[in-house]
């Protein structure tokens, strides 16, 4: 019998399918449960908030079903995981839809790319980028324990027409860049958070998955 439990909250905005999917193929000994009931997140032992789709949406039914306050809760103690627009939703302020406040858990804005997008890097300089950023991108990390087994600099699978501009540099924990920097990743204490999309990152995606399933909540 299983003896954890992993919450992914189910708001309908997130990929729950294949986020669920991806848990409970690297669990051993945790319990997947995709549920929208307030008490049995609350009761879990690690919790998931992912997101697809428009902020002004997203951050509607958060507000709606009162998630914004179940977050809030969970993010005190709990190994908390964002994912894509989870990790957009939890910053200050999103510029889609003409502005869109968010939870402001971790300090930065939510941008557009910009079209056209410009590369400034490498290969890429001077060339004119599609938006949305779609396909496998490298993450340059910062020492995380969600880092443990996944080589610096790994490829992970990203779709977004916005990007994450954190304000406090110490809270991110992993560095991507498209046409710009962005931040891929972030997190402060107990909470972790990632632009990209771990269940559709193969081997990379999958050990960070297990990664947080066996996270205590220690930075």
Not at 23 to 38: A, G, Y
Not at 87 to 116: I, R, T, W, Y
Not at 206 to 214: I, S, Y
């Amino acid at each position: 019998m299983s003896s954890k439990i992993c919450a992914v909250i189910d708001y309908g905005m997130g990929n729950l399918h294949s986020a669920s999917k991806a848990l409970e193929f690297v669990s051993d000994n945790t319990q997947v449960l995709v549920t929208s009931d307030p008490e049995t997140i609350l009761k879990a032992d690690h919790v998931v908030l992912p997101g697809v789709g428009a902020m002004r949406d997203c951050m509607g039914e958060i507000k709606r079903l009162g998630v914004d306050q179940v977050v809030a809760e969970v993010a005190k103690s709990k190994p908390l995981l964002g994912i894509c627009v989870g990790m957009q939703a939890m910053m200050n302020h999103s510029q889609e839809n003409n502005g869109v406040d968010c939870l402001k858990h971790f300090e930065g804005e939510v941008e557009f790319f910009g079209n056209p997008l410009i590369g400034t890097q490498g290969s890429e300089d001077g060339v004119k980028l599609k938006v949305p950023h779609m396909g496998w991108n490298q993450v340059k990390q910062v020492a995380h324990p969600l880092w443990n087994g996944i080589e610096d600099e790994a490829r992970f699978y990203f779709v977004h027409s916005y990007f994450v501009n954190a304000k406090n540099p110490s809270q991110v924990k992993g560095h991507g860049h498209y046409g710009k920097d962005f931040a891929a990743a972030v997190g402060q204490d107990n909470v972790f958070a990632v632009q990209f999309h771990p269940e559709k990152s193969h081997k990379a995606g999958l050990q960070l998955l297990q990664n947080f399933l066996n996270w205590d909540g220690q930075p």
